[in-house]
């Protein structure tokens, strides 16, 4: 057995331990509950050279770590394993606040709602020097600037009202200024307001706003114009005798209707609303925290306020770092935040109650996300940024085996479980559900999403898709294969996708997928698979199933992708930010060639082959397999004959309990002699698993 000696240093608190071996096995340094990380880093960096020649590890004990600032590390932490020891060890922020801090409001307590009175609590704030944050006075995306609280380790929700769902705009009365008006055309030329901004007015139904005259700060969580794009507004009056409200600050679209379903919205973080339990509400000017207990609220529950914005853990030029089986938890920033490092490795960690993401990692590469669970982020789970775009030389960082759930509390739109950046990352064998919008936002050339699960999501948003990608044609050569995509969309009206090519982009390839009950084609071309003006998309051995309709597009004329290619928004990105007309773009993409000069009778369309359709009401609006169209206009989808449609069970194992293999005897194989068996058994987790 190896000689373990225990050694003493200045560096390390009382709690901290550190073991020499004189056989080749890494150095250790214990971090017991009362110890500090800070202080086990540092501790390691003070080791000698010797020492560090076989790897250090610093073992988290069971316990609470609560960081009082963000743990930083660096290049002269490069080769040090963060793991736990036998049990749960959670790094986390915030103040821990005990149950008797809590009092019953005093009778009259001016803004609480009389009926709620009774059952609401209240801590002082101002002997524990809790910031609030400043108020802003612009419009922002969520989350909104105020203290979160955890009870127990489950989120409370900010006083609102209504308490479940939202309420409409009755009317609109007055758009205010806007930075665009969302269209392709003014959006890409730059155009902004020119006039002084102002706020929008709209009416409302009922009496409920006058409640909030006397409220010192009024915001509005809603979907002010798109049903794509959700913001918090700073309210500036209420005027009760009009039933309408008007806002401080411009909205980024306008107030108005741009997408077909009524405009939702509801009041935040409002002492007027606290009549609900579980919800609470922070007093910024009189330093106070009102409650409104949930039903597990008693002498022992764990009460927890994050009100300090910072990451857990930060690292900047690191190499060869692992974090191993630690949780992360409750925290008003990202909780790992990893910048221009090399082979960082995050293992079977688990994620939950943070603010923003769970792990943002720029400029990276070779870095590794494997067996994690995250779920109850606020703005998404991983995005992934590395490799170099100029040279298309790929990052090669990964993110494997995860399962990702419940990842857009605060913000409704654009925050994705996973978001791929840069050139060549993947992400693979991850289940990803529970969002009201996208759950994968793709940005950049080669990478690969494959072996993926991705269900329930796209839930209640409009113009929206699970997967989407766009607006850039120089990002390309992108591969989706052999993911299985489940109840994926609502009916709004405008139409959602699974996969979704928006605004020119092409050059990317659907393979192997399997579609089941996925996109809703509303009112335009919307698709399973949609593509909105670009071409050179590819479909191919896919299967569709009950998809009410499988491929969509939004075709453009010649004219449209003439200014689209011309203004200085896709200039820039086409010619300056990377260079499509010159190796290694030409020499990779060969279709770029002369992309700037596309002549009237060039072919633009994307093309299906080898292709399932089952059970799904509409081909495509206005198509028949093999029909051919000319290509003047770009984006229109071209079928061969070997896509075919069924109205019955093409010979899956068990359609109904969703096993979507193929038997060995399929009449889907007969009808399509090419077609490749998808590895539907391989899709999914490699270590099945359920967040606790």
């Not at 003439?562 to 020499?587: A, C, H, M, N, W």
């Not at 194989?669 to 068996?677: D, E, M, N, S, T």
């Amino acid at each position: 057995m190896a000689n373990y000696v225990s050694v003493k240093s200045c560096l390390v608190a009382a709690c901290v331990g550190l073991s020499a071996c004189a056989c080749a096995r890494p150095y250790v340094i214990n971090v017991k509950p009362c110890g500090s990380l800070e202080a086990a880093r540092d501790a390691a960096r003070a080791l000698s050279a010797s020492d560090r020649a076989n790897g250090v590890e610093i073992v988290i004990a069971p316990g609470i770590y609560r960081i009082g600032a963000t743990l930083k590390l660096g290049p002269q932490d490069s080769g040090v394993t963060w793991r736990t020891g036998c049990g749960r060890a959670v790094v986390c922020d915030g103040m821990e606040l005990k149950p008797e801090q809590f009092r019953p409001v005093p009778e009259g307590t001016p803004r609480v709602d009389p009926e709620a009175r009774a059952n609401v609590l209240v801590a002082d704030l101002a002997a524990a020097n809790v910031w609030l944050g400043d108020v802003p006075k612009r419009e922002f995306r969520a989350p909104m600037p105020i203290p979160e609280l955890f009870v127990d380790g489950v989120r409370m929700t900010a006083a609102r009202w209504p308490n479940e769902g939202w309420a409409t705009v009755a009317k609109f009365i007055d758009q205010g200024t806007k930075n665009n008006d969302g269209s392709v055309g003014d959006s890409l030329k730059g155009k902004k307001t020119q006039v002084q901004p102002r706020g929008g007015t709209f009416g409302y139904e009922g009496d409920r706003p006058s409640r909030w005259t006397k409220a010192p700060y009024l915001w509005l969580h809603g979907f002010w114009c798109f049903d794509w794009y959700d913001a918090v507004t700073p309210v500036a009056s209420v005027n009760t005798a009009s039933n309408s409200i008007t806002f401080a600050a411009q909205h980024q679209y306008g107030v108005r209707a741009g997408n077909p379903s009524p405009r939702r919205w509801r009041a935040v973080h409002l002492l007027e609303e606290l009549d609900a339990p579980g919800e609470y509400y922070a007093d910024r000017d009189a330093k106070k925290l009102y409650l409104y207990p949930p039903a597990s609220f008693g002498s022992g529950s764990r009460i927890v306020l994050t009100h300090t914005w910072r990451h857990l853990v930060s690292v900047e030029k690191g190499t060869d770092i692992v974090f191993r089986g630690i949780d992360f938890a409750e925290c008003q920033g990202d909780a790992v935040m990893l910048r221009n490092c090399e082979r960082v490795a995050i293992e079977k960690c688990r994620f939950s109650n943070i603010r923003c993401k769970a792990i943002v990692a720029n400029g990276c590469n070779g870095c590794r996300i494997v067996s994690c669970d995250i779920h109850d982020t606020g703005t998404g789970g991983i995005t992934l940024h590395g490799g170099d775009r100029k040279t298309l030389t790929p990052g090669k960082n990964l993110v494997e085996d995860c399962l990702i759930r419940d990842f857009s509390v605060h913000c409704l739109t654009y925050a994705s479980a996973i978001a791929l950046q840069g050139c060549g990352n993947t992400a693979r064998h991850n289940e990803l559900s529970g969002a009201p919008h996208m759950a994968v936002g793709v940005n950049g050339n080669d990478h690969v999403f494959e072996y993926n699960v991705v269900s329930n999501v796209c839930m209640s948003s409009d113009d929206a898709s699970a997967f989407y990608k766009g607006r850039n044609p120089s990002c390309r050569g992108n591969v989706l294969r052999y993911n299985f995509w489940s109840e994926i969309g609502s009916p709004r009206g405008h139409g959602n996708a699974a996969v979704y090519f928006d605004d020119g982009d092409g050059g990317d390839f659907v393979i192997g997928n399997v579609f089941y009950r996925c996109g809703e084609p509303g009112f335009g071309g919307f698709g399973t698979v949609f593509c909105h003006g670009g071409y050179s998309n590819v479909v191919d051995n896919c299967i569709f199933v009950e998809c009410r309709r499988p491929l969509g597009s939004s075709p453009w004329a010649q004219k449209r992708w003439e200014d689209f290619l011309q203004s200085p928004l896709e200039q820039g990105r086409l010619t300056k930010e990377v260079d499509i007309r010159q190796p290694p773009y030409t020499t990779k993409y060969p279709e770029l060639i002369g992309y700037f000069d596309p002549q009237p009778d060039e072919i633009r369309w994307n093309a299906a082959f080898n292709s399932a359709f089952v059970n799904c009401p509409a081909f495509l609006p206005g198509r028949k397999p093999g029909e051919k169209r000319p290509g003047i206009i770009s984006g229109r989808w071209y079928t061969n004959s070997t896509d075919v449609v069924f109205d019955h069970d093409p010979g899956f194992r068990d359609m109904r309990g969703k096993d979507f293999r193929l038997a060995d005897d399929a009449e889907l194989y007969r009808k399509i002699p090419g077609f490749k068996p998808i590895p539907f058994e391989k899709i999914g987790l490699l270590t099945p698993r359920n967040v606790q």
